[in-house]
């Protein structure tokens, strides 16, 4: 590399995908002290030691789970440790738990679910629990057994209910260093400032999972998470420094992207409202994971973002048919929103990528 302090996001196509040595699904974070890849393959025997992204939920784990959900028996529904005081903790016959989230209209549960799906065509599952939808039928089999809880619950017979797995010893995580400032407000990560080169590979590893956090919460116009601690900003100058509503991290350090039902319905009316925060967010950013960032772009070229994500929908998910898609204004804004994201990328590429002679 040159003699300038340098931070670049490339792309590694040369590196003999074909042959399965390394997969391309890969992104380099390189700077004078650090050189990190994110997202597996086998590491070549020129590579220093690199540090993975957790891994979080895999696909296999996640079929198993949905699979065994959709016709689990509910034995107990209880109070607290799912979000909002309508939701239920529900404990399956089987000794397993899952959230069961009650939308207070229709249209909340409908984004749970298209977050969920968007962020599977993404390849961002690994940092969203697996989500199966289930009616509320007190005389059918699967919730015979809490027909009291039920009642107490004061859920609408026939209404549509998300279960999500439950997770147990989750922590709270707090904004990275790198985006605050003094005081106390994101500030973009400038590549010249050399910001990326001080961090450790632990501290890259773990930025690079709040980068795709990011993408994801503009792409659905999700305002209930970060976006939410920069509106709190104006009255509450320390609310960086606090833990990130929504966003835990899990035993094995990937960051776990909960209560996702803002998203691509509701955020998108809204988005007018939040998009002055949404926005400036992304963009002060610049480094992405590459199996991300090819995603978007493929999205991007094939002009068909809500097309594939609702095929996927419907091809995983029974009760599809129960909520109503994605409406053909909202496809448009997810389309849009793709392509001012890719358009970013491809920016950040042209301004940082590797250039001859570094």
Not at 41 to 56: A, L
Not at 206 to 231: C, E, K, P
Not at 330 to 346: G, N, S
Request: with cysteine.
């Amino acid at each position: 590399m040159g003699k300038e302090n340098r931070t670049i996001v490339r792309e590694d196509t040369h590196l003999g995908h074909k042959e399965g040595t390394l997969s391309w699904n890969t992104t380099y974070i390189r700077s004078l002290k650090t050189q990190v890849r994110l997202d597996g393959g086998q590491q070549q025997e020129e590579e220093t030691p690199i540090r993975q992204v957790p891994r979080g939920f895999s696909e296999a784990q996640a079929s198993s789970w949905l699979e065994a959900a959709r016709c689990a028996r509910v034995v107990a529904l209880e109070r607290g440790g799912c979000g909002r005081s309508s939701n239920r903790l529900a404990l399956f016959a089987d000794g397993t738990r899952a959230c069961v989230r009650y939308g207070i209209n229709p249209e909340q549960i409908q984004g749970e679910a298209l977050s969920y799906y968007l962020a599977r065509l993404l390849g961002l599952q690994r940092h969203v629990p697996p989500l199966a939808l289930a009616r509320v039928e007190a005389r059918g089999a699967q919730w015979a057994q809490v027909q009291e809880e039920l009642r107490a619950a004061h859920w609408t017979e026939g209404s549509v209910v998300s279960l999500t797995r439950w997770l147990p010893n989750l922590t709270d995580v707090v904004v990275p260093a790198p985006w605050r400032s003094e005081d106390g407000r994101l500030r973009p990560l400038h590549d010249a400032g050399g910001e990326l080169a001080n961090l450790s590979q632990t501290e890259l590893v773990d930025l690079v999972q709040w980068t795709d956090l990011i993408l994801f919460d503009y792409l659905t116009a999700n305002f209930d998470r970060l976006v939410s601690n920069l509106f709190s900003l104006q009255w509450d100058p320390r609310v960086m420094q606090r833990a990130t509503s929504n966003l835990h991290r899990g035993p094995g350090g990937a960051l776990v992207f909960l209560d996702n039902e803002a998203g691509l319905v509701h955020g998108y009316r809204v988005a007018g409202m939040w998009d002055k925060y949404n926005e400036p967010l992304l963009q002060s950013v610049c480094v992405f994971r590459e199996r991300t960032a090819r995603r978007v772009l493929e999205l991007h070229r094939g002009q068909d973002a809500a097309a594939r994500l609702l095929r996927l929908y419907r091809r995983h998910e029974p009760r599809f048919p129960e909520l109503a898609a994605l409406a053909d204004p909202h496809a448009q804004l997810l389309q849009h929103r793709l392509d001012f994201l890719a358009k970013h990328i491809l920016h950040c590429k042209a301004k940082y990528g590797r250039r001859p002679g570094t």
